[in-house]
């Protein structure tokens, strides 16, 4: 990158402004990498397998300012199941950290007969010490042909000066073959550093399904 550097130095004009003939088509296939903000960093990956739940008790911490989880084709042991997730701030000895949130989704049916947008109050958190639902009530399949993917961001886990947001988003197969996106956002009401999550379904097992754990510089 040394002498791409220098290139492009030379190439400012000394209002520092670039010079037209500073950008080509030579110029730009030499560049190996950009560094910016916005870069996710793996931190770590776990796969279901007939697991009572998965959980992420290690690096989250003051490294990055936020955090995000990715879902890839999480499917549950039992039909018309419910995914969800906690946090804590003791390391993962306890979940149950306070959470206000709100749920809405929208839907389209495989027949083409039913569809719509709206707000699901059955589903969001008031004050609460709950699992945080991330599917509709009682809705995800358990077909070889319907799982569950999407992602969470967890915002600046550990400063203790301010509640913990959180946004998400998934799409699931509905039990009655449904296409279903669910738009989860709200906070852990606490000024504690959340050091871990949990995911787990509401009854059963996790049978198969990946989660990973990215950092976002």
């Known amino acids: 990158m040394g002498t791409i550097t220098t290139n492009f ?15 080509n ?13 916005g870069a996710l960093k793996l931190i770590s990956s776990q796969t279901a397998s007939a697991s009572a ?7 989250i911490d003051s490294t990055y300012k936020s955090y995000m989880f990715k879902f890839i084709n999480i499917h549950p042991a ?7 997730f906690q946090g804590s701030t003791n390391g993962g ?10 749920f809405f989704k929208s839907f389209h049916a495989e027949a083409d007969n039913s569809n719509g947008l709206s707000y699901d109050a059955a589903n969001d958190l008031a ?16 077909d070889n ?17 301010f509640v913990k947001h ?13 296409s279903i996106e669910c738009f989860i956002n709200g906070y852990f009401n606490t000024t504690s550093a959340i050091n871990a999550i949990d995911f787990k379904m509401v009854s059963g097992n996790i049978d198969s399904g990946t989660i990973h754990m990215y950092g976002i510089a």
Do not use: C, K, M
Not at 25 to 37: A, L, Q
Not at 78 to 84: I, P, T
Not at 166 to 178: C, E, K, P, R
């Open 9 to 23: 130095a030379n190439g400012l004009t000394t209002n520092g402004v670039l010079g037209a003939s500073t950008i």
């Open 25 to 37: 088509d030579n110029s730009i296939s030499n560049i190996t990498s950009i560094v910016g903000g």
């Open 53 to 59: 739940s998965i959980s992420f008790t290690s690096g």
């Open 78 to 84: 039992s039909d018309s199941n419910r995914f969800l």
């Open 93 to 102: 000895s306890s979940y149950g950290v306070t959470i206000t949130s709100s």
């Open 127 to 142: 004050q609460s010490t709950s699992y945080q639902q991330l599917n509709l009530d009682a809705d995800l399949g358990a």
């Open 145 to 161: 042909d319907q799982s569950l993917s999407g992602n969470l961001y967890l915002f600046s886990p550990s400063n203790t000066t």
């Open 166 to 178: 959180f946004l998400g988003t998934t799409n699931f197969v509905h039990a009655a073959d449904y």
